[in-house]
């Protein structure tokens, strides 16, 4: 079966400029969670959508935000972009709410200039 | 303040060794999870764990919830080993990740 599909794969936007990122989930998996991944901070997680609802959310400001589709894909939205933005979005997704068998994408990697 | 730290941030071995990665947490924690990344970025998901001991293959993966600390056992390591390992813990509300250890297999 397909995997987690990430678009785009890369992305070189503006500062000031705003960016969506893409996730569709392995079929049948109903939770989506999104991660930023940086040399100077690791990874970071960002938040998780589950049956259209955002279920948890990390540490990161209101320019960061996302949505959950009826089919469960899910998009991250970044507004306001700033050269700190640069980094790698991953976006995983897993069967349900009990917090197993996440699957990752290969992630998108956002270039802020 | 890190709430995970992983141990060794760094580890070279020849292959066939035996390879142990320690992760501490220093929160409570619902589920810890064992994540391995290629350079290129993609991450595989290798092992979560609420309790006692998992074994995949040559990977095996314990937790004491007790003492907060779980470790990721290689046995007889293969130069395809080679990734970054990363432990990451849920505490209900959010996830937190460890720094990563960089492992090398020499052939």
């Known amino acids: 079966k397909a995997g987690v599909t990430q678009t785009p794969r890369y992305l070189i936007k503006t500062r000031g400029q705003q960016v969506t990122l893409s996730c569709s989930p392995i079929?049948?998996?109903?939770?989506v969670s999104w991660y930023q991944q940086t040399p100077g901070q690791g990874l970071q997680f960002l938040f998780e959508?589950?049956?259209?609802?955002?279920?948890n959310k990390g540490n990161f400001p209101g320019r960061f935000s996302g949505r959950q589709f009826s089919n469960s894909r899910s998009e991250m939205n970044v507004s306001t972009l700033e050269l700190g933005d640069s980094a790698l979005y991953l976006c995983?997704?897993?069967?349900?709410?009990?917090?197993?068998?996440?699957?990752f994408g290969s992630g998108t990697r956002l270039t802020v200039v | 303040k890190n709430e995970v730290e992983q141990s060794p941030q760094n580890l070279t071995a020849q292959e066939g060794e035996f390879i142990t990665i320690n992760c501490s947490y220093s929160?409570?924690?619902?589920?810890l999870h064992w994540l391995q990344q290629h350079p290129g970025g993609g991450i595989v998901s290798l092992f979560m764990?609420?309790?006692g001991k998992k074994k995949h293959g040559r990977l095996i993966a314990t937790i004491n919830i007790q003492e907060k600390h779980s470790s990721l056992h290689i046995t007889a390591s293969h130069p395809r080993d080679s990734a970054v390992y990363i432990c990451?813990?849920?505490?209900?509300?959010?996830?937190?990740f460890g720094t990563g250890t960089s492992l090398t297999v020499i052939p």
């Open positions: 995983a997704s897993s069967p349900g709410a009990d917090n197993y068998g996440y699957t």
């Open positions: 079929s049948g998996h109903r939770s």
């Open positions: 959508y589950f049956s259209e609802t955002q279920r």
């Open positions: 929160v409570g924690i619902s589920a």
């Open positions: 764990l609420s309790s």
């Open positions: 990451a813990v849920f505490d209900g509300n959010q996830f937190y």
